[in-house]
């Protein structure tokens, strides 16, 4: 057998502990020490107003939040809903009692936030509720050097439901129990939903 | 290509991929795959695909969000310190959802705590705010901070005197950010009612206080997602018209548990 089911989740972004099933930290291991306690100072100084230490904290989170976003919704909305989630973040400093790492609150964050956006704007709905078209406008497997891109595009043109859920778990990397929580479905929804886009991805893939 | 419809162990192989299936299931599944070569190729793609999402490159941010936000900050100010009994749960709703929710919970939070308080103070009578004429509908003040609206609806003209007129919602864009933070109109009644009951607090029964806890809770929740989302599409007159008659309904239990509570300490000091 060349596979062998994965126990543990070697995540570029989020880094879960798979085997402990269920926690509601998806990236409480994501950062260092050292990261943590300087985001942890840089926390409190932004809490008391200083400018200049949010925007280390935002240099240090920025770069995931907005690709988060980005995948989420699109490019277009992304910068906008990345100010929004940074100004919000701003304005809720004091909320954070840092029980968990700065980058997991706002993340968390982040997700609610895209999540009221886009269903108040209704994205996609129309636009990709045709499950079996949903890579119709995909170029057929492209070079080498745009592999990356292209599979960008095939994310982005999934479903809405696959599409999040995709996103969450094999991107961000937050489990089933925490997927289902934060968009109200079942485990059992969110474990067909991320079926149902990775084997549309794969058409991509192999076609 | 393979109809997965008809191999029911196609269904399952994202959670064996993801060590999400029962012992028995895995060691059915890998029997299967030595069996069945659709499977099994479809198993290698789908590793593909999880591999692939999980080496996606992070695209630059642009430049230029930095200095908007730095702009959007100073001009909200400094970030608040929020008490902690109002912090906040964290789940997210559908709109449809969301919609919902805050109706039913509204009324059933009335409803509850209404009841509850009642029973304490069988003596009350609170029937003013019941009973008052439907006012036009609560405006959107200014950047959403705590003045005054010119017109009060009339059921609010007997409230509780620190509960003030709540926005139905924000009309502009750009007020999305001032109107949610902890000083709106909103915030403060949720704060002044919160004040109330505190002094309350040693006459009533914890279950009621933590009832009317909970559900103002969900319903700030409620009404704050629903505020974005009416931020995010200002023109949408379903969800505007939905966040009136809610916040209308959370207006009313806070007058009520207000009123109640007030009432029940007068009772009992007698």
Redesign the interface.
């Known amino acids: 057998m060349r596979f062998q089911p994965q126990a543990s989740r070697p995540h570029p972004t989020v880094r879960m502990n798979q085997s402990a099933g269920g926690t509601m930290t998806p990236s409480q291991d994501s950062e260092g020490l050292p990261s943590r306690g300087k985001d942890r100072e840089d926390v409190a100084l932004a809490a008391g107003g200083d400018v200049r230490a949010f925007e280390r904290l935002y240099g240090a989170h920025s770069a995931r939040i907005f690709n988060l976003a980005r995948r989420m919704t699109t490019n277009e909305s992304a910068v906008d809903l990345t100010q929004d989630i940074f100004i919000r973040a701003w304005q809720k400093l004091g909320t954070f009692r840092g029980e968990s790492a700065f980058g997991t609150w706002l993340h968390r964050l982040a997700v609610n936030v895209i999540l009221a956006r886009r269903a108040a704007l209704r994205t996609e709905q129309s636009r990709l509720s045709d499950e079996e078209g949903a890579l119709d406008g995909v170029p057929a497997r492209p070079g080498r050097a745009e592999l990356g891109m292209d599979f960008e595009r095939a994310v982005e043109h999934l479903p809405e439901g696959a599409k999040t859920v995709f996103v969450l778990y094999d991107v961000e990397g937050y489990q089933h129990e925490e997927i289902a929580t934060m968009l109200g479905i079942s485990s059992g929804t969110s474990k067909a939903q991320l079926h149902r886009a990775r084997m549309i991805l794969r058409r991509y893939l192999t076609r | 290509?393979h109809d997965?419809t008809k191999d029911p162990w196609m269904?399952r192989?994202?959670?064996?991929?993801?060590?999400?299936?029962e012992p028995s299931e895995?060691e059915a599944l890998?029997a299967h795959?030595?069996q069945c070569a659709e499977c099994a190729r479809?198993?290698?793609?789908?590793?593909?695909?999880?591999a692939?999402?999980?080496?996606?490159?992070?695209?630059?941010?642009?430049p230029s969000?930095?200095p908007?936000?730095?702009r959007?900050?100073?001009e909200?100010g400094?970030?608040?310190?929020?008490p902690l009994g109002s912090?906040r749960v964290?789940?997210?709703?559908?709109?449809p959802?969301?919609l919902a929710a805050c109706l039913a919970v509204a009324v059933l939070s009335a409803g509850t705590v209404f009841a509850v308080l009642r029973h304490q103070a069988p003596a009350a009578r609170t029937e003013p705010a019941a009973t008052a004429p439907r006012g036009p509908e609560p405006r959107t003040v200014g950047d959403g901070t705590a003045s005054r609206p010119e017109a009060v609806p009339e059921r609010q003209a007997e409230r509780a005197p620190s509960v003030e007129a709540v926005p139905a919602a924000r009309t502009e864009a750009g007020n999305?950010?001032a109107s949610?933070?902890p000083e709106t109109p909103h915030e403060e009644a949720i704060s002044e009612l919160r004040k109330a009951l505190a002094r309350e607090r040693d006459r009533l029964d914890p279950t009621t206080i933590r009832t009317l806890e909970a559900n103002l809770a969900i319903i700030d929740l409620a009404i704050d997602?629903a505020k974005?989302?009416?931020?995010?599409?200002p023109a949408?007159s379903y969800?505007k018209e939905h966040l009136a008659e809610t916040m209308r309904r959370k207006v009313e239990l806070l007058q009520r548990a207000t009123m109640l509570a007030s009432t029940s300490n007068s009772e009992g000091s007698r």
């Open positions: 290509m997965a269904e192989l994202s959670e064996y991929l993801d060590g999400a299936l895995r890998e795959l030595k479809a198993l290698e793609e789908l590793e593909a695909v999880r692939r999402a999980r080496g996606l490159a992070q695209a630059p941010v642009p969000l930095w908007q936000i730095e959007a900050i100073a909200s400094p970030a608040r310190i929020t912090r964290t789940r997210s709703f559908s709109l959802e969301l999305t950010l949610e933070t997602q974005r989302a009416l931020a995010a599409d949408d969800v």
